[in-house]
C-alpha cells in the first residue's frame, strides 16, 4: 500500500506540513491543546480532531494552519458548495494584474533538488501564459512568496491564502523533504503551496478521503470561502494538483481541468 502524505494548506491560510524551529517548543500535542481552542476551530467548520499547535498557530485536518487571529476574526458561514471534486478558490484573491511574483528561498539545508524544484515550480505556471508572472530570485529571502526550510516531524510544507490582494507571503518546507525525493515530487509539493499563496483550496475540500484515503472529511468553508470555478468537472478529478495528498512518487502536472481553472480566476 502506498503511503500518503498530506498536503497542507493555511488560513489566511494554507499548509502542506507546517514545521517549527524546535519541535519540544512549538509543536503541542492535541491533548495540550485547550478546549476553547478546539470549539473554535469546530466552529470555522473544521475538525477539531488531530489539532497540532505550531509555530503559534494551529493545523488542522493535517493541512490547514490557522493563526489565532484566524479563530477569532473569521466571519463563519454556511454557504458551502457539496459536489464532487471541482476546483475550489476562496473569496481572496490575488489582485492588480497583470503582475509579477517573485519567489525566494531562505533557511539552512538549501539543497539544489529544493532549488529545482522552485524553479519547476515557477516553470509550471509561467507556461500558463496567465496574468500572474512569476520570477525566482534565489536563496536570500525577500520574495513576495519565500519558501522557509524549517525543522518538523509532522509535516512537508505550509502555506496561506491571500489577503489585501496579495499572495500569501511564506512557504514552509520541512528540511526532511529537501533531499532523497524526486524532483517531480519536490514540484508539484512546492507548485500546490503556491496554488494556496494565490487563493486555491483543495480540490477534494469536500469530502478528503478521495486523495487520502480513511473517513469522509469536509474541510468546511473555514470562513475563507470554497467557492466553484466555472467550467470545472462535477465528477472526481483524479489528477488534480490541488488534491490535499498525495504519495511520495507522485508527480501532479497541471491538467486540463487544472489549466481551466488557473486560466478563469488569472
Not at 499572495?167 to 503551496?193: C, D, M, Q
Not at 474541510?219 to 511520495?248: H, N, R, Y
Request: glycine letters at 10%; hydrophobic letters at 35%.
Amino acid at each position: 500500500m502506498r503511503k500518503l502524505f498530506s498536503i497542507l494548506a493555511v488560513a489566511s491560510f494554507a499548509t502542506l506540513f507546517i514545521v517549527a524551529c524546535s519541535k519540544s517548543a512549538k509543536e503541542v500535542p492535541q491533548a495540550d491543546i485547550p478546549q476553547d481552542v478546539l470549539n473554535q476551530i469546530a466552529a470555522l467548520g473544521f475538525s477539531s480532531d488531530n489539532v497540532v499547535a505550531s509555530d503559534g498557530g494551529y493545523v488542522v485536518e493535517g493541512d490547514i494552519f490557522l493563526s489565532p487571529s484566524d479563530l477569532t476574526n473569521k466571519k463563519v458561514t454556511n454557504s458551502l458548495l457539496i459536489a464532487k471534486e471541482e476546483q475550489y478558490r476562496t473569496t481572496n484573491l490575488v489582485t492588480g494584474l497583470p503582475r509579477t511574483i517573485t519567489v525566494s528561498i531562505s533557511g539552512r539545508n538549501i539543497t539544489q533538488l529544493l532549488i529545482d524544484g522552485v524553479n519547476a515550480a515557477v516553470g509550471r505556471y509561467n507556461a500558463e501564459n496567465l496574468g500572474l508572472t512569476f520570477q525566482y530570485i534565489g536563496t536570500n529571502g525577500g520574495g513576495d512568496i519565500n519558501l522557509s526550510v524549517v525543522n518538523t516531524g509532522q509535516y512537508i510544507a505550509s502555506a496561506g491564502f491571500p489577503s489585501g490582494g496579495d499572495p500569501y507571503n511564506t512557504i514552509k518546507y520541512a528540511r526532511t523533504y529537501t533531499s532523497g525525493y524526486s524532483l517531480n515530487f519536490v514540484t508539484t509539493v512546492i507548485a500546490h503551496e503556491m496554488g494556496h499563496c494565490i487563493g486555491f483550496r483543495h480540490t477534494d475540500y469536500m469530502n478528503r478521503s478521495y486523495s487520502c484515503g480513511g473517513s469522509a472529511v469536509n474541510e468546511g468553508d473555514g470562513g475563507v470561502g470554497a467557492i466553484l470555478i466555472p467550467g470545472t468537472p462535477s465528477t472526481p478529478d483524479a489528477a488534480s494538483w490541488m488534491l490535499a495528498c498525495l504519495s511520495a512518487t507522485t508527480n501532479r502536472p497541471f491538467n486540463t481541468n487544472d489549466k481551466t481553472a488557473l486560466n478563469y480566476l488569472y
